[in-house]
């Protein structure tokens, strides 16, 4: 089975984002996370992406899962 690519547009300590590292964590998925929340370029990337503002947003494969 092909591993994944994960990108994964989150804030350094929102609750949701946080809950997305647990769940990368547990199932030892690896993942790239990229700040959105301190890093302009990781968030104009994440709108263009997902059509939306909010994160968490998570990028597998060149699939968005927005919000």
């Given amino acids: 089975?092909?591993?994944?690519?994960?990108t994964a547009y989150l804030k350094?300590?929102?609750?949701?984002?946080?809950?997305i590292r647990a769940v990368f964590e547990k199932y030892r998925l690896r993942y790239e996370d990229r700040d959105v929340a301190n890093n302009p370029t990781n968030h104009s990337?994440?709108?263009t992406k997902s059509g939306q503002r909010?994160?968490?947003c998570?990028?597998?494969?060149?699939?968005?899962l927005p919000d």
Avoid: N
């Fill in 45 to 47: 990337e994440m709108v």
């Fill in 54 to 56: 909010y994160s968490p």
């Fill in 1 to 6: 089975m092909k591993t994944p690519t994960i």
């Fill in 12 to 19: 350094p300590t929102c609750g949701w984002s946080q809950g």
């Fill in 58 to 64: 998570v990028e597998i494969d060149g699939h968005m």
